[in-house]
């Protein structure tokens, strides 16, 4: 949940070459890199007993200065977010991420707590103030014990498209793919203590707020508008920064963004799912130059197949949304890398996200590693992996 007031720096403008919108099979589409920005959401708990903590304030005023336009407040008080740079290759990308969070976790301990990058709290504390910002104040006003938690942590991967016409395109075609990218980032298996039985408890807190789900399909920007000029006026959101659908048009940016994950357990987890938000709009982008319509997927399969990921995230099965088959989680991720794998050489990404799945499929999701951990050492053990995954490298 992003404030329209708070500084990212993951979305900023960019330079994203001009595609001529040929709709011939022989489409004249400009092959120019597209560039890629990642926004990360972090809980602030007590360094004693990894209870959220309302410290925003204090950990955000000891980030080292050079990098705190970098970082920013969220909607609770008890979370900390940070943007990368508009970036051009994945190991730039990856840098990056890996300094913020060590200049988050530093500044953290410098006042006495711990940042995790972890989607709900492993020990639930009472639910957290609003951060001091006159939007968010009116947004819990108005949407009451919706918004109260202890605080809930996801990652927004931003990617460089020339207009928001295309933009909306790009959403269109990106619909099957989003609930496998949301297996992959399961983050969040416990609560309050206890395991939830999910992968991703956050995406089920977080499907509460009724401007979240699957992005609709539109016709054209026009629709596009209309709906969010009606949505606004129902109240169900108070601006278009509320539209909290998994992929969007982005409010502020010319970028497409995708915000369906869990925050990543480390730098390389989120590399690698950037990675393949890029190479995935760049494919879709080829598909919509050639010509090749959006698969239409009723949205009602598609809350299936994400509730499905937020299940069993990437240790389980998942739905293969246009033939409706459930199947391994693995198999429809070994399909997503196929599907890109001309887009990702393209970029220079292939090897990288090559070693990076394969690093994944050994490890296991977060949600997996942490149970893995609780199994060893109870939740201290689950604490102390998180501290360890969010200033890995």
């Avoid at 926004?39 to 602030?44: A, V």
């Avoid at 999910?198 to 509460?208: G, N, T």
């Avoid at 508008?225 to 006026?233: C, G, K, N, Q």
Wanted: glycine share 8%.
């Amino acid at each position: 949940m992003t404030s329209q007031h708070t500084r990212t720096g993951a979305a900023a403008p960019t330079a994203t070459a001009a595609l001529p919108r040929s709709r011939g099979g022989a489409a004249a589409a400009v092959r120019a890199p597209l560039t890629v920005g990642v926004e990360e959401e972090f809980l602030i708990v007590d360094a004693g007993t990894g209870v959220p903590t309302a410290r925003a304030d204090e950990v955000e005023a000891a980030v080292d200065a050079e990098l705190r336009d970098q970082v920013g407040r969220e909607f609770h008080a008890t979370q900390l977010e940070v943007g990368t740079t508009v970036c051009a290759d994945l190991d730039e990308l990856r840098a990056q991420l890996g300094r913020l969070r060590r200049a988050g976790v530093t500044a953290a301990a410098t006042v006495g707590c711990q940042l995790l990058a972890v989607g709900t709290a492993v020990v639930e504390g009472p639910p957290a103030p609003v951060t001091d910002d006159s939007r968010y104040a009116r947004m819990a006003r108005r949407f009451g014990a919706i918004a109260e938690t202890s605080g809930q942590c996801g990652c927004h991967v931003h990617v460089g498209v020339p207009d928001k016409a295309l933009a909306l395109e790009v959403c269109n075609h990106l619909r099957p793919w989003l609930p496998i990218l949301q297996a992959m980032t399961a983050n969040s298996p416990f609560s309050a203590g206890r395991d939830t039985e999910h992968a991703s408890w956050r995406s089920v807190l977080w499907a509460r707020w009724p401007s979240t789900g699957p992005t609709p399909y539109f016709r054209d920007l026009d629709d596009y508008r209309t709906t969010v000029e009606r949505l606004i006026a129902t109240g169900v959101m108070l601006d278009e920064g509320m539209i909290y659908w998994y992929a969007r048009p982005s409010a502020r940016y010319p970028t497409v963004e995708v915000r369906v994950g869990d925050v990543c357990a480390t730098p390389a987890d989120a590399t690698l799912v950037a990675g393949l938000v890029r190479a995935l709009v760049a494919t879709v982008i080829d598909d919509i130059h050639a010509g090749r319509p959006a698969s239409r997927v009723p949205d009602v399969l598609l809350r299936a197949a994400h509730w499905r990921a937020a299940a069993d995230g990437l240790e389980g099965e998942a739905v293969d949304v246009v033939s409706g088959a459930v199947l391994p989680a693995w198999e429809l991720v070994d399909r997503l890398v196929a599907r890109v794998e001309a887009a990702l050489d393209r970029h220079g990404d292939l090897d990288t996200v090559t070693t990076l799945i394969e690093t994944l499929r050994r490890a296991g999701s977060g949600a997996a590693r942490q149970r893995r951990a609780r199994s060893e050492g109870g939740l201290r053990e689950v604490l102390s992996l998180l501290a360890r995954q969010t200033e890995s490298r």
